[in-house]
């Protein structure tokens, strides 16, 4: 099975990274690192495709937003919604937003379609990028690459146990998908409650 698993990623691992990261990818690369510390990957090939992947798609939908944006807002309810709590950032804080964008949770393809939108300028967007892309590669696959370098350290048979420190790494990405979704509902409910009073103090006589 592990022989099976190595040369299917040996040939297949880095087109589907690079597919990943293109539309999001942080688990799909936190995997990608502990499986090139178990020496299925190879980590510097993990970072380059990552960086790839992300940097390339980051300019697909900056220029989406240029050439379709308008389109896009009328045919998506949920997109326009978003559009003007996105817009308020992009105005405030315009270049640092252009570097973070790929570390925004609900954001990370939205943020770069509306900065497509807005006058912010194309070179400048595609050196952010660049850097951008290429911290976020690092960082996260650095990431589950320690994590299989810290597991190292108290399991001597790494291979045996390989398939239940798959499992923590799953159980661990998905806590972090779990706190986004959760951070975000209680700020909905909380943004409710407030426009709930807000409209009972403006009723009153």
């Not at 909905?188 to 709930?196: C, E, F, G, M, Q």
Request: proline fraction near 2%; aromatic fraction near 20%; glycine fraction near 10%.
């Amino acid at each position: 099975m592990q022989e099976f698993l190595r040369e299917y990623l040996q040939v297949h691992g880095y087109w589907v990274l690079f597919i990943g990261t293109f539309l999001e990818g942080e688990a799909i690369l936190i995997f990608a690192g502990f499986l090139a510390f178990q020496g299925y990957l190879n980590i510097y090939g993990v970072i380059l495709s990552a960086l790839a992947g992300s940097f390339l798609g980051d300019q697909f939908y900056f220029h989406i937003g240029r050439v379709k944006g308008a389109f896009l807002l009328k045919l998506f309810t949920s997109f326009a919604k978003k559009f003007r709590k996105a817009l308020r950032l992009i105005e405030r804080y315009g270049t640092f937003v252009a570097f973070i964008s790929r570390y925004t949770y609900g954001f990370r393809i939205l943020l770069p379609i509306i900065l497509g939108m807005t006058n912010f300028p194309s070179r400048r967007f595609l050196y952010l990028n660049l850097v951008s892309a290429l911290s976020w590669a690092i960082i996260f696959s650095m990431g589950g690459y320690l994590f299989g370098k810290g597991a190292g350290l108290f399991i001597d048979d790494l291979e045996r146990y390989e398939p239940f420190l798959l499992l923590i790494l799953a159980g661990f990405t998905g806590c972090l998908w779990l706190s986004h979704f959760v951070a975000h509902w209680w700020r909905s409910r909380h943004a409710r409650a407030r426009l709930k009073r807000m409209r009972l103090r403006s009723t009153k006589p």
